[in-house]
């Protein structure tokens, strides 16, 4: 009993000066973090994780290899809507955009919610030309915020299996309105799948719905772990309202 009490303090001790070496280093870092660390990387900070904190860390860098992924797949199937193809490979415009922190170096979208990107993307009205980068400008914020803009996670850190569960929905939402959203000739603003011409094609599909299972596994994840309940919702083509994060 002696033994597990003074275990517990060693535990407690060591995750505390982790978190102060952490922090430390943080405030000396001018390069703020996109996504979570790999968990595979031997270092430090693995002491001040637990086994939940390093799955955390691996279905955000999961989700976000596949919104990358997307980004990458509708830039092939839509190239001439790409903001800046005259100055950089499609690569190269990717991992530009992925290598920022969500929302920055695009004034245009710094006074709208994620909810109000991804309509922006699908909106007739809209003249930026380039409708993909606000469409996953907006899943980007919208992912991000289901884990509290953290890209760290360890012992005190928490996110909420409810804002996981709500973003899965989101993107579900998403995924109709970019299969759906048409102008007024009847054409789609984003090609993604295959059209009624064209030979089979369910990939972007089948890449959604990776995202929506990563989200929604977590969500189960953390809810088992706080013992709290995820409040479900059935979303319907007719009604679809973005669910708040």
Known sequence: MVKGYWMRRYKVLIVVFVCSCLFSCTNSQTKQKV???????DNVSRLAKSNIDEVIELQQRT?????????????????????DKEQRSLEDSVELFFSKPAGSDYPQFNDLTSTDLVHLALDPEYQGGDRVLPF???????????YNNHTDFYYLTSIDEQK?????????IAAWLLAESRNENGEL??????????RRNLSYQRLLGQMIATQDNLAVIISHKNGRLIKTVVIRAATLMFLPI
Do not use: Q
Not at 136 to 146: C, D, F, K, P, V
């Open 35 to 41: 996504v979570a660390a790999d968990p595979n990387d």
């Open 63 to 83: 989700v976000m290899d596949h919104l990358k992924l997307l980004m990458t797949k509708l830039y092939k199937r839509n190239p001439s809507a790409r903001h």
């Open 136 to 146: 996953i400008s907006g899943l980007r914020a919208m992912l991000m915020a289901s």
């Open 164 to 172: 996981l569960y709500n973003s899965a929905r989101n993107i579900e």
């Open 189 to 198: 603003f984003l090609l993604s799948d295959s059209l009624d011409n064209e």
